[in-house]
């Protein structure tokens, strides 16, 4: 008989959860939906945006 490793026998009682599998699916879903859908997204494109303003050089 052959010994399971720690790391087997958590993935057989995930496995056996079944909340566990709806959540790894839900989430799946999820991240698919998201990525997909938002085809247009950037951290690096500020679009318009200059920054933060610059000060007046003459206040009065």
Known sequence: MKRLTLFR????????????IILV???AL???STALG????SILDSGD???APSPDPNPF
């Open 25 to 27: 699916v839900l989430l």
């Open 49 to 51: 945006d200059k920054g």
């Open 38 to 41: 938002n085809t247009d997204v």
């Open 30 to 32: 999820f991240a698919a």
């Open 9 to 20: 026998v958590w993935i057989k009682t995930l496995l056996k959860n079944r909340n566990f």
